[in-house]
């Protein structure tokens, strides 16, 4: 098993994680076999219970896993699929060796951060790293790991310790660390300026570790006076400094690493010359150079409550991407704070009262992502009738589904108080009910979570048409409400159709509107499976019909179905996306999307 670990220095927020799977997608496309891991030295246990605004969105896996929103971007880029335990936190670290303390596995020795922490992180990568996550048996070629934080952080030094430690147990020739790092122009002289990057280079190397590789974030190409500083002062071959300048679409940064050679300087440090080929990436140069190229917009209002951070949604904006360019459309994300569209927003703030509606309406699409609490329900039910009635494409996820039901019973049933207990526990129309199975004191791990199976209920509905006309479909959960199945019927007489249901007959996966263009919820978060060259159905469906399409895509759909049952193969890739050009507005954000990384910094 060959390493490389990626870590970062001067700043947060340099794109580590999309540098760690433009890596790993590059050694895949030289014909190896390529896992990741991500180290988050946060004591949080997961990223389950933590808010959207302090660490993004929590990425789903199939076995349950709330993990960090990076493990997305390996799914999407290396066309994997992970574990809960490829994302190791400090809390889990922490918490196994105090269980095996508990236990008495230590024999009566004092329990300290070295060896037994130290010790507890490098038999966690080991094992993790022999995980098949391909689909295929036995283990990878090469893992691929990415240190969080940046170096000099307090909470990462045990981490540090045990990757030096790691370094010697697996031993030279199977270890190789790409030092991420930030190459700052100051405006006033338009100089390079490598002295931040020489003091990481520095520290890292006094806690322990030598960078092989140095990857340097910069808004232009580095300079020879720039890269010759960096060799001398960094003790690194010149031929080893990469550089990952600003470029308009992220797909371009495996291609950038690809023409600097940097496969080959990963090859001689894990002595795999010879043994490895040349990487194709000509599909992926492909995409990368025809995205580029796409003028015409479609415009998508994304209503929901954490618009101030798009981290919040990066799944989901990613997934709208991947559609927008298989049809061919530049996507324009409008930004609507729920809130804004209520009438109490009409009474304390007129203008962005407006500015809200006015984005609204100007929408190809309408788009409720899940969430959590009652802040800016009403909105979302605002939303949700307004896409129905004026037959606008829609399309609600988890939440979304719910407020979708919650609208429709109020609308057309005419029940005012329908509500669900999240919002009301004391509701007499509970239209939304608590999971039976749930939790109510416990919050972390207790939701309904990971892939479970949907069966369709007729294969004339969009959904199912989507889907290529299947029985059954696996998607990511991640909810503690669910509709009331008692109530069901009642909605189902008046013309909503739930056309996906799991196994028992008794969960509401899909609802549908069959008399609407496209009216469309989804329990499940099927964001989380979108890949570029494969976008999730339902997103894809919901970008077709905003643009004109559906009848184009579903007839896809469908050839797609056939070619598959018949053994016909797919080449899919995956490739992290994001947004540039993001103005602020009074009522949220219009986001035109390029590609971009995480955090403001844009490659």
Request: with cysteine; net charge neutral.
């Amino acid at each position: 098993m060959k390493y490389v670990l990626v870590t970062g220095g001067v700043v947060s927020g340099l794109g580590k994680g999309v540098t760690a799977s433009s890596i790993g997608l590059l050694l895949k496309a030289c014909g190896l076999r390529v896992t990741a891991i991500k180290i988050d030295p946060y004591l949080n246990t997961d990223a389950g219970t933590m808010s959207p605004f302090e660490h993004g969105e929590v990425f789903v896996l199939d076995d349950g896993g709330e993990v960090d929103l990076d493990l997305g971007n390996y799914e999407r880029f290396m066309d994997v699929k992970l574990t809960r335990d490829n994302n190791i936190t400090t809390g889990k670290i922490y918490q196994s060796v105090i269980n095996r303390e508990r236990r008495g596995d230590y024999l009566g020795k004092t329990v300290q951060v070295v060896p037994h922490i130290t010790d507890a992180i490098q038999d966690w990568i080991e094992r993790v790293a022999h995980i098949p996550v391909d689909g295929k048996t036995g283990p990878a070629d090469v893992c691929v790991i990415e240190l969080g934080g940046t170096i000099g952080d307090i909470e990462s030094m045990p981490f540090i310790q045990a990757l030096g430690q790691f370094s010697y147990r697996v031993g030279a020739g199977n270890f190789c660390l790409v030092h991420v790092s930030l190459v700052p122009v100051l405006n006033v002289v338009g100089e390079q300026k490598t002295k931040p990057t020489q003091h990481s280079v520095r520290a890292l190397r006094g806690q322990g570790l030598t960078p092989h590789i140095l990857a340097c974030r910069s808004t232009m190409v580095l300079d020879e006076n720039a890269r010759g500083k960096l060799s001398q002062f960094c003790l690194i071959p010149a031929e080893n400094i990469i550089t990952l300048y600003d470029v308009p679409n992220i797909w371009h940064i495996p291609l950038l690493l690809r023409d600097q050679k940097a496969h080959e300087a990963m090859f001689k440090v894990l002595n795999l010359q010879g043994v490895a080929k040349e990487p194709n990436l000509e599909e992926w140069t492909c995409r990368a150079e025809s995205s580029d190229l796409l003028h015409e917009p479609v415009r998508i209002a994304l209503v929901g409550k954490y618009t101030c951070l798009s981290d919040s949604y990066l799944s989901v904006l990613k997934a709208l991407l991947h559609a927008s360019v298989d049809c061919k459309k530049k996507l324009v994300v409008d930004w609507i704070p729920a809130t804004n569209l209520e009438s109490t927003t009409a009474k304390e703030n007129p203008d962005a009262y407006k500015a809200a509606w006015k984005l609204l309406k100007g929408a190809d699409g309408v788009l409720v992502p899940g969430g959590f609490g009652d802040r800016g329900v009403q909105g979302k039910i605002i939303a949700a009738r307004y896409a129905r009635e004026n037959r606008i494409p829609f399309l609600g996820i988890c939440l979304g589904m719910q407020i979708a039901v919650i609208e429709f019973a109020r609308s057309v049933l005419g029940v005012q108080d329908a509500n669900s207990t999240e919002f009301d526990p004391h509701t007499k129309s509970p239209y939304i009910i608590f999971m039976p199975e749930g939790s109510k004191t416990q919050m972390g791990g207790t939701m309904r979570l990971g892939s479970r199976r949907t069966y369709f209920q007729t294969k004339e509905c969009k959904s199912s048409k989507l889907y290529g006309c299947k029985s059954f479909i696996d998607e990511r959960h991640r909810h503690r409400y669910e509709v009331n199945p008692e109530l069901v019927s009642r909605l189902e007489n008046a013309g909503l159709s739930f056309t996906g249901k799991d196994e028992t007959g008794q969960r509401m996966e899909i609802v549908e509107l069959p008399n609407h263009p496209y009216f469309i919820g989804a329990q499940f978060h099927p964001e989380f499976k979108s890949r570029p060259g494969k976008p999730s159905p339902l997103f894809l469906g919901f970008i077709g019909a905003a643009c004109g399409q559906l009848d184009a895509v579903l007839q896809r759909s469908s050839i797609v179905d056939n070619s598959l049952s018949k053994g016909v193969g797919s080449d899919i890739s995956a490739v992290n996306k994001t947004y540039k050009n993001i103005t602020a507005t009074k009522t949220g954000y219009r986001t035109e999307f390029i590609y971009g990384s995480r955090n403001g910094l844009h490659f």
